[in-house]
Structures are given as C-alpha cells and as structure tokens.
C-alpha cells in the first residue's frame, strides 16, 4: 500500500501481563472512513489506545503518517469513550471544547481569539453551538459524544480515531454524527471508527478491521464482510491463543527479549 | 489584634489549601490529601532538629520533600506491588507518622513539638512569634508572613497554571494523547500540596489541613457547576469557617482548630441538606 | 537481651496484661480489616478511628466517668454514625467516595478535638487520660481495660467465624447474595458494626491517625501470601499479634518510647517482608522468575541455533566453533559462552576441541524447540492469516512457552503439518 494513514506492523499489547492483542499486521488507506469491529474484549480499544501512544505495547510499532505519532501529533485527534471522564466536572461545553486547542508548547499562554473561533466552528459542526455555555453534567448521551467530537474537531487535524462515538446515543445525533463524518471524509481527513454494531457498519463504512484478540481481516467493506470472517470473529475465542494467553500471564513470560528486538531474521 | 491575627492567620491557611483541595477533590485524590498532610511529620521534625543552623527556606523545601516522597511511594505500592490505592494510602502515611511520632519521643529534649500539636496546632501562639528585624522594627507574626508567601506561591501556581491543572484534572488520558506532561501538573499540584501543609502544620496541625483541602471545597462542589466559581466560593466557605471558629472557640473554650473545622462542617451540612439543586431536602421537595 | 528475656517470660504481671491486650487488639483489627481490604474500603477503618473522638468526649459528658464500657458505648455510636454520613453523602450527591470518607473524617475529629479541649479547659480532674485514646496507651493498660477491650476483641473474632460465610460472600460477590436470599442489608450492618468496634478498642493500641494500620497493613500483607481468604485471615492475624508484642516489647525496654508507633513499624516491616519474599507474588519470586525465564529462553536459543547449523549442514553430530553460531544468531555480550555452560552442565551439549555439539539428549531437545517454533508459525499463518513474513518475530517468543498439551492440540488443529510456512521440515 501506498502512503499509508496507519501501518501497524506485529503489534503484541498485553494488559496485567495477559496478551489482549496478538501480532496484529495491517495498513490503512489515507481518506476513508474504517470501522473497527469486534466482539467484547476483542481489543478494540486496546488497539486504538496503544495508536494513541497511552499503552506501550510489547513487540511490534505503529507509524502513522510514515512516522512516529510524536512527530504527527498535532495532526492526530483522539475522541475517547464517553464513560472515560466524570461529566459531573464543573465545567461547561465550551471549556471542553477549547481543550481541543490547548497546545503542550502553549500552556502558559492564554487562548487566542482564533482559538476561540475555531471552537465555535467545531460546535457549529456537531450543531452544538447553542450549547456552548451548558454545563457538561446537564447534557444527554448524544450531546456529550458531540462535545468530545467537537473537542477532537477543534484540533483541525487529518487523522481521527473514535472509540465507539455511536455508544449509547439516540438517532438523531446517530444521524448527525454520521453525517458529519461523511463530510469530514469529503474533505479528505482519515477517520477510524471503533464500532459495534454489525448491521450499521456495512453501510457507514468503506473498510472494515475485524479483530478478536488477533486480526481476522482488514480491507474494503466487501471484502471483509464474508461468511468465514464473520464466524471466526464472533465465533468465539481461539482456545489456543486464550490458552497461551493464560501461560504468558501466569509466568510472567516476556513476549520479546531485550535487545533483540526486531534484529534477527531466518 | 491578637484575635486579628488568629483569624488572619486561618484565613491564609484556609484560602491557600481550599484552591488546591478543588483540584484533589475533583481529581480523586483527597485521601492523598490527607496522606501527605500527616506523611510530612518526620520531615518537619527534622527541620526541627536541624533547627537554627540552617536557611528556613531550603528547610521548608526540606520537609515538604517528604509530602512528594508520600506521593511516589503511594504510587509504587500501587503499581509495582499491586496494591489497591486506599491499601498503598493507609499504610504509607501510617508509616511516615509513626516514625515522625519516634522521632519527636527520641528527641524529646530538642524538639519543641508535642503530639497534641501535631494534631491540631496552636493557633493561638502565632501572635506571640513576632518578625522582629535587626533594625528592631515589628513586622507583626512570623507565621503570618510565612503563610501570605505561601498563598501568594498557590495563587501563581494556579493562575499560571490554570489550563495544565484544568485539562489534566478533567482529563488525564485526553491531555496525554495531545502530549501534555500529565505526571508534571501531577507532581506540581503534589509539592505545592505538600509545601502548603508543612508551613501550616505549626500553626493549625494536620487536622486542620486536612478539613480545609477538602471540606470547603466539597461543600463549593455542591453549589456550583463552574470551576472558577468553586475555587472563589471555597475559598470564601474557608474564611467564614476561619472567622466563626475562632468566635466558637473562644464561646465553648476550645481549640480554634477543631472550632473552625466544625464550622466548616456546619457549613457543609447546611449545603448538603438546603443547596439549590444538590440539597437533599429540596430534591425532596420536588419529587 | 535480658530485658527481652525478662520480657518474654511474662514473669511481670503488668507485662502480661499489656502483652494480652495488644495480642487481642491487633489480632481483631486485622481480623476485620481483611474485609474491608477485600470490599476496597480499606480507608473506611481511617475515618471511623477519627469519629469516634466526639463520641468519647460526649459519653464522658454526660456520664461524667470514663468507665471502659461507656466510653465504647459513645465510640461505637459516633462511629457509626460516620459510616452512615459517608454512606448517605457518597448515595445522595455528586461527591466521590474518597471525599466523603476525608470529608466526614476530618469533620467529626475537628468537633471531637473542640470537645475534648472544651473539657479539658474545664479543670475536671477526672478527664485526665481522656486524650489517651488520641495516642494510645497499650503501655499503660490497666486489668479492666484488658478485660473489656479484650473481651470485645475476642467477642468480634467469635461473630466473624460464625458468619464467615456471609461475610465472605457479600465482600466477593453481594448481588449472588441477595439473589439466594440472604439478608444482605442485616450482614452489611453487622460487619459494620463489628469495623467500628474494632476500631474503638484497637484505639487503645496505637491512637487514632495509626488505627488505619492496624486495619490496612495486616491484611495488606496477608495478601501477598495466599490466595484464600481463611488462610488469608489466619496470617493477617499472626502479624497483627506479633505486632502487638512487638510495640509492648519496645514500651517495657524503653518506657519513653510510645508503643502505637511501634506497632506500626512492625506492621510495615510485615508489609514489606511479605511484599519481598511472598512466594511468587513477592519481589524476589518475580526476580527468580524473571531470571528463570531469561536462562529458558537463552538456552533454548542456543539449541535452536545448533539445530539449524546441523540441519543445514545435515549433520547433527559435529561441533560447532562460537563465531559459527552468532552467524547464525545474535548473542548479549558473555550470553552466548554462559548458556553454552548451561546447557553442558545440563548434559545438552559438550564441548569439544573445536568448539560445542548438541548430546543426543540436546538434539532431541533442540529438535523439540525447533518443531514448536514451526508449528507456531504455521499456526499464525493458518489461523491468524498472518503473511509469511511476519510469522518468525510472534513464534520467537511462543516458542519457550507451548506445553506439551498445547502442542498436541496445535497439531491437531493444523492437521499434523509437515513443513513449516518457509518450507523447512518441522521435526518430530
């Protein structure tokens, strides 16, 4: 594949020492819209935390854009799960939105007026802006998904990962949601999506990452949604991988010497 | 003037440690709160120890050490030994206090600090500990010089630090992604905490230290939903709790601490049953 | 050493009064605090010890005696009540359960301490030692003082066996409690009752800001031995005991020195011991473990290595020079020469003049190493449809660590493959 959004080469994540992810492999097309499906505790989130740099994984890297994410942060936006913050905090949607400006170079200076406008136009997009001085405690499910979009939109960057923004909404912002992310994709940004609902993804997305602890299939819609795919990802577990899984755990077993990392090859 | 000073003196107590309990309060951290407000103990006996022969800053600095040492060592009980946090905070405070409470019976002769004022001070000398300079000129209470530097140190922290404080309170996981320094604001917030409890411990002792990082700001919590709105008000709750105790303890003969931390209670109690849209009483009344 | 002699044969009969009470206080407090260790309210213990203060003060009040079973009586009031208050404030507010537990701790030692100097000041003769139960006084326990806080701590050890069961089942699992019945609500209150109580005579060992420890430390370390929770129980109260002679032990050879703290440096040495030398959770088990895995790892390396010279040279039998096998593989610096010595001293390999061979007995088991590195890289292609060149890094690791059952059930589920997804044969 050519210039790649994301490659993510042999990528190993444990959680408390369990393997949660084995030796993922794939790339993604730049400008699309990329669903990530999975049944519960297939490591979805897992994968998209350990892209964002908040998991270190145990073998395997992620480039994105061709580099390392610290190069491209500021291209790259990240819209947790909604469940992730205490929305009793005393705030408002325009505090969480400016969030999405704030830059660690910058943390002593104030924000600027573009900053501002800019945040104005990440709530306009999401229909929020009458919103804009809601304390966050008094919004629904569906606005405080928008205000997290917003937060990541305020960024202005190409890349967004979405850890499950359709969770828990109700139709209308479902709606608006996906029509704002088709828009963004008209505008050439990468967009991956984790997602669970099999029967929407068909029609949201263009290509599809089927995981279940390893990666079952990753390609363009069509491709991936086949019988044998569908049943070796909701098929349930692969009893050898959970197996060795439990081994690794048990024994404390280091899934990569030190040192040796990448160097040897047959 | 005495009384002046008395309530001067828990009003800068008070303004300084309600600021920085909002953010522990609201980061979940008000038992590491009161972890490092008992944890400085040995750091401060030592201070003592060391006593004329050395600068008061670097000496302050010194023992505040010992709040941030608490800190890293809740953390690695934590995440190396995989203890529950409230398990790591119990026993490290725990700890670190019972070897101050050594080090003073050790040392009784040389440290003029009992277990009573450990606890809860004495409020009531600072206006006997005059700055007196060479020149002879009376600036007033040492100790009230001591904490106004220091409130002026928490209200620049926060003033400065405001969007790093904000964004890491709210949330941590986010503010890495965008590549902010979350173990900095942590580690400040942290030593600020802890130089705040070690200039205040002479004074109102761990007690009160500890009810002002947290009461106050509680009690804000409940009636606003703004955060510039619940530092302001829980400074405000602070020193009305500062200025009501000292006129309760001088009432029932008692110790201004506890008097204070009691209004502070009292203040607390009424918001929990009449706040507006928190109160119980009034969602009573609406159902 | 006479002194702990002296000590030790309880010949004193002040010795053994206070030896008896710290026993029994100790013992009770960790008893308990295993549970509230376990429902992860361990801080629960701290804020209780701090709001039994006003209870103390007011019991003194209005009784006007410091009669043992009336202060406990005002103890175990206040403290109940600041379990409520930090039960109804975490329910019936947006606050988090860690202010409500600091908030109602500092609350009600502020009105306790405004209390006990109110009565302090009032030159009462008879407060005098009422500040006691600030520090602790385990030292200064008096023959009734044993009888009562002693006799309430054995009473709770007796109420936490006959409910064992309850109770280990609302700390693990409260729904499936409720589900079959029992009465949840009644279990709740009785181990709460039986915390405070705790806490109220485990007071008189080391003072208020300590009681934490005596609640968190023992069962804390307890944990790091066993995984069941009698066993658990069973140790938490050896260290909470062995802690209570230890503080009396420093109290009798060093009268000034206060026995509460004491206590606590031994709970905390406990902690650290357990968290050091526990079997396989402990510090060294992991280091041991680590450094197990690292030689398992090393050494089958080496073999592999062999394997894929003899393999291709088809010769199995000759000796191979050093320089020969880091062409074949990488080696740390000094790895290579000391799990070569290893395995010789395992009678794997030899070392001849011109370098080291595989023993028959080191073929096989190199041939061992090799197959399951193949068969898991068949297994990533096959199951996990990784590319073939991306199969080598995943089995590298996989390879040290396939049981025999797992091996048997990989080839079954690839259909005893013969060559491996680069075409070389995989060995039987």
């Known amino acids: 594949m050519k210039n790649p959004i994301i490659e993510v080469h042999n990528l190993t994540v444990s959680y408390n020492k369990r393997p949660v992810l084995w030796d993922v492999d794939y790339e993604l097309p730049p400008g699309q819209l990329i669903g990530v499906l999975g049944p519960n505790g297939s490591g979805k989130t897992t994968m998209l935390k350990t892209i964002m740099g908040l998991i270190r994984p145990d073998s395997g890297f992620v480039e994105v854009m061709g580099k390392k994410l610290d190069e491209v942060r500021d291209k790259v936006s990240y819209v947790p799960q909604r469940e992730s913050v205490d929305w009793d905090f005393p705030a408002n949607v325009m505090d969480v939105v400016l969030m999405g400006r704030y830059n660690p170079k910058h943390m002593f200076r104030r924000l600027s007026k573009e900053d501002r406008e800019l945040a104005v136009a990440a709530l306009e997009k999401v229909n929020m802006l009458p919103f804009a001085e809601r304390q966050i405690s008094q919004l629904s499910g569906g606005q405080q998904q928008r205000v997290f979009i917003a937060r990541a939109l305020a960024r202005q960057a190409d890349l967004y990962l979405m850890d499950e923004p359709f969770a828990g909404v109700d139709a209308a912002s479902e709606e608006s949601i996906l029509e704002l992310l088709t828009g963004m994709k008209a505008e050439g940004k990468s967009i991956m999506v984790v997602h669970h609902d099999l029967q929407t993804a068909r029609n949201f997305f263009d290509w599809i990452i089927l995981l279940n602890t390893s990666l079952v299939a990753s390609g363009p819609v069509n491709e991936v949604f086949t019988e044998q795919n569908l049943q070796a990802a909701y098929g349930g577990k692969l009893t050898v991988l959970s197996q060795i899984a439990d081994l690794v755990a048990s024994k404390a077993f280091p899934l990569r010497e030190k040192g040796l990392q990448d160097r040897e090859k047959l | 003037m005495n009384e002046f000073y008395t309530i001067l003196t828990g009003s800068l107590v008070a303004i300084s440690c309600s600021l920085l309990g909002s953010f522990l309060i609201l980061r979940k951290m008000a038992m590491v709160g009161d972890a490092i407000s008992h944890a400085v103990l040995p750091g401060i006996v030592i201070a003592y120890l060391l006593g004329e022969t050395r600068e008061m800053i670097p000496m302050l600095i010194g023992a505040a050490a010992f709040g941030v040492l608490t800190t890293v060592l809740i953390e690695l009980f934590h995440k190396k030994a995989r203890l529950q946090t409230d398990a790591s905070i119990g026993i490290t405070f725990t700890f670190l206090f019972a070897l101050g409470i050594i080090l003073i019976s050790a040392f009784a002769g040389q440290v003029d600090l009992d277990q009573d004022c450990v606890l809860y001070g004495d409020i009531a000398m600072v206006p006997l500990d005059l700055w007196i300079t060479d020149a002879g000129l009376n600036l007033g209470p040492r100790q009230v010089w001591i904490l106004g530097v220091n409130l002026l140190v928490v209200l620049a922290f926060i003033l400065i630090g405001y969007k790093g404080l904000f964004i890491t309170t709210f949330h941590e996981e986010y503010a890495a992604t965008v590549g902010i320094a979350a173990g900095f604001w942590h580690y400040s917030l942290m030593s600020t905490v802890s130089l705040t409890t070690v200039v205040s411990f002479e004074s109102v002792g761990a007690i009160l230290v500890v009810a002002f990082l947290v009461v106050p700001p509680a009690t804000a919590y409940l009636l606003t939903e703004k955060l510039p709105v619940m530092l302001g008000l829980s400074a405000l709750f602070g020193v009305i709790s500062a200025i009501l105790g000292n006129m309760l303890a001088t009432w029932l003969d008692g110790s201004i601490a506890g008097a204070m931390t009691a209004v502070a209670g009292g203040l607390f109690l009424l918001t929990f049953l009449f706040s507006p849209k928190q109160g119980i009483l009034m969602r009573l009344k609406f159902r | ?428």
């Open chain 3, 1 to 428: 050493m006479n002194s702990l002699l002296e000590f030790l044969s309880l010949a004193d009969p002040n010795v053994r009064f206070v030896v008896l009470g710290s026993v029994l206080l100790g013992m009770s407090s960790a008893v308990v605090g295993c549970f509230t260790f376990l429902r992860k309210r361990a801080l629960l213990g701290d804020a209780i010890a701090h709001s039994i203060l006003p209870g103390i003060c007011l019991a003194f009040m209005v009784s006007g005696s410091k009669n043992p079973w009336i202060l406990l009586a005002g103890a175990a009031v206040s403290g109940w009540l600041s379990v409520a208050a930090i039960d109804i404030i975490t329910r019936k507010s947006k606050l988090k359960p860690d202010t409500a537990v600091g908030l109602v701790l500092s609350v009600f030692f502020g009105v306790g301490i405004l209390l006990l100097t109110h009565i302090q000041h009032q030159g009462n003769a008879s407060q005098a030692g009422l500040d006691k139960f600030l520090f602790g006084k385990a030292a200064s326990m008096t023959s009734e003082d044993v009888l009562v806080f002693g006799g309430v701590g054995m009473l709770l050890l007796l109420v936490v066996i006959a409910f064992y069961k309850e109770f280990k089942l609302i700390s693990f699992n409260p729904e499936f409690a409720k589900v079959i019945g029992l009465p949840v609500a009644f279990l709740e209150f009785l181990l709460a009752t039986v915390t405070v109580l705790a806490v109220a005579v485990g007071i008189q060992a080391v003072g208020v800001v300590l009681m934490a420890a005596l609640i968190i430390s023992p069962a804390a370390a307890a944990r790091f031995w066993t995984e069941k929770l009698a066993v658990m129980i069973v140790i938490a109260a050896i260290f909470g005991a062995l802690s209570g002679v230890f503080g009396s032990f420093i109290s009798f050879s060093a009268p000034s020195m206060p026995t509460g703290p004491w206590i606590v440096v031994a709970l905390t040495v406990f902690v650290m011991i357990s968290l050091l030398f526990a079997p396989q959770k402990g510090f060294v088990a992991r280091w041991l473990r680590d450094g197990n895995n690292h030689e398992k790892i090393l050494t089958e390396n080496i073999l592999k290595a062999l394997y894929q010279i003899g393999e291709k040279a088809r010769d199995f039998a000759g000796s191979r020079e050093l320089a020969e096998i880091r062409e074949r593989r990488e080696f740390g610096p000094g790895e290579l020469k000391r799990g070569l010595r290893i395995l010789a001293r395992r009678k794997l390999v030899v070392e001849a003049a011109t370098g080291w061979r595989l023993t028959s007995l080191g073929l096989t088991e190199s041939r061992r190493v090799v197959r399951l590195h193949r068969l898991w890289e068949m297994y990533l292609k096959e199951k996990i449809r990784l590319k073939e060149d991306h199969v080598h890094a995943g089995a590298e690791a996989i390879e040290h660590i396939i049981t025999p059952e797992i091996e048997r059930l990989l080839e079954e589920k690839l259909g005893f493959p013969e060559r491996d997804p680069h075409n070389s044969e995989i060995p039987r």
